[in-house]
């Protein structure tokens, strides 16, 4: 599995796949993530653990105090600190997260492809939702516009005030709609750059067709799902400005019923 230690996949196997339920929430995702052996050598200098007492109350998901010494638990801060904006302390840490980075994706596909084995559909969906976190630098719920060049909380709260929350609805929107709402807001030369990143972002149509005729128990059938790029812009790196080198954009498809992952 992309060139891991065999004792991650072990782990990944005993909490994500050789269990009655996999885990879902991202809580406990990212504390399997960040216990990966890759993150053994992520160094703790003296006295880190103090800060690292500092850092965690600083980031909403708790850690284990009585750890605060581990590679690992340092490993999970630096991640939600990187979630959460949080500046970090010193430079030192600049550097140990950006090596957390470094690691973390290959982790996070391995985690992924182990929890698809198993079979657990909300398991391997919180792990993709994982990799996004980790590209973007947000938790899944903050704020979706902010990253985007000059739009600060209250252009995002005159895009919302005309009906423009989500990203989707962003990409959608006439040009000359987003130029009216924002065009007092910030100046033409960040409004140009803003719309030529928003026409470089991903739009995709999805289409699936499944048999035509009922199944019975038992029986096989196939689907055919095509996925259709409707912006001939599409950039070939993703628009990440948190994370610290150019990465190409991918995709996953699942398909499930209930809680099962076909």
């Not at 996070?108 to 969906?125: F, K, P, S």
């Not at 199944?215 to 095509?226: F, R």
């Not at 950039?235 to 398909?255: D, E, Q, S, T, V």
């Amino acid at each position: 599995y992309y060139y891991l230690k065999y004792t991650t996949v072990a782990l990944f196997n005993a909490e994500l796949h050789d269990v009655e339920e996999g885990p879902s929430d991202l809580c406990t995702l990212l504390r399997v993530l960040c216990e990966a052996a890759e993150y053994d050598e992520l160094p703790v200098r003296h006295n880190e653990e103090h800060v690292n007492a500092q850092l965690a109350e600083k980031v909403p998901w708790p850690v284990d105090h009585q750890r605060l010494d581990s590679p690992h638990t340092k490993a999970n801060l630096l991640l939600q600190a990187h979630f959460s904006r949080a500046p970090l302390p010193m430079s030192d840490y600049v550097t140990d997260l950006k090596s957390v980075l470094d690691q973390s994706i290959r982790v996070l596909q391995a985690m992924v492809d182990i929890a698809a084995d198993g079979g657990w559909l909300y398991t391997a969906l919180g792990a993709m939702h994982l990799t996004q976190m980790v590209s973007q630098g947000r938790f899944l719920d903050g704020p979706q516009l902010r990253d985007l060049p000059a739009l600060d909380e209250h252009c995002e709260s005159a895009l919302a005030a005309s009906g423009i929350i989500y990203l989707p609805q962003l990409i959608h929107a006439p040009p000359h709609t987003v130029r009216k709402i924002l065009g007092r807001r910030i100046s033409e030369k960040k409004l140009t750059e803003l719309l030529g990143v928003v026409r470089s972002l991903p739009a995709v149509r999805l289409e699936a067709q499944g048999p035509v005729s009922a199944l019975a128990p038992g029986d096989s059938a196939s689907v055919k799902i095509s996925l259709n790029s409707t912006n001939p812009l599409t950039r070939r790196h993703i628009f990440a400005p948190a994370f610290p080198k150019p990465k190409i954009g991918g995709w996953w498809l699942a398909m499930g019923e209930g809680d099962e992952l076909f």
